[in-house]
């Protein structure tokens, strides 16, 4: 893999393409790219003189480290000093390590690109192919419901028998009337006994 070793502020880094890092703060404005000082690129052969401009970088945002708390204290001499520090950093990307190559990422993006105008035009005639099938099964259906009626009349008749029949079964109830007058004769009271008369004192 591709990778760079420059120099930001008197430090050396290791840098590959699309990494982001934190260098000390950096005097352009946010969104500005700049080449800072490359001392190798390796490309499968390291090249310990690569050409200005090998390494380009963009800087994203400036922001503040850290906070650091410092303390003095002196014993007996009732001497304590509280103070804090926060270093001035950029925070930067580098786009392309590389003289006129383009980034693997802008790479990869035209290969998708690629990709998806092939699958789209593929995709269209198989979508236009179905439309005059469609239309064909739709005779049979309509043989179907032509169908139908005749078998109504059918259904007709034999709610008719059921209607001739209903009738005779009304005349079952008619046959229980009898049983009414038998609980009428069962409810009425029996004649009472008389009571036994008192015989004659002597």
Do not use: C
């Not at 192919?129 to 139908?148: F, I």
């Not at 709610?159 to 009414?180: F, M």
């Not at 038998?182 to 009571?195: G, I, L």
């Amino acid at each position: 893999m591709t990778y760079a070793v420059i120099a930001v502020g008197g430090k050396q880094y290791v840098v590959h393409e699309g990494e982001r890092l934190l260098v000390d703060r950096l005097a352009q404005d946010e969104g500005a790219v700049f080449q800072p000082d490359v001392l190798l690129v390796d490309a499968g052969t390291p090249n310990l003189k690569p050409d200005a401009g090998a390494v380009s970088a963009r800087i994203l945002k400036h922001a503040l480290g850290e906070k650091i708390r410092i303390a003095k204290y002196k014993p007996k001499k009732g001497y304590r000093r509280h103070t804090g520090f926060r270093a001035k950093l950029s925070q930067i990307q580098i786009e392309a390590i590389g003289a006129g190559k383009a980034s693997s990422t802008d790479k990869a993006k035209a290969e998708t690109a690629t990709e998806a105008a092939a699958k789209l035009t593929v995709a269209k005639p198989a979508v236009a192919a179905p439309k005059p099938e469609a239309k064909t099964p739709a005779k049979p259906k309509a043989a179907k419901v032509e169908a139908k009626p005749t078998v109504k009349p059918a259904a007709k008749a034999s709610t008719t028998k059921a209607a001739a029949a209903k009738p005779t079964a009304a005349k079952k109830p008619a046959a229980k009337a009898p049983a009414k007058a038998k609980v009428e004769t069962a409810k009425r009271p029996a004649a009472k006994k008389a009571a036994p008369r008192k015989k004659a004192e002597s």
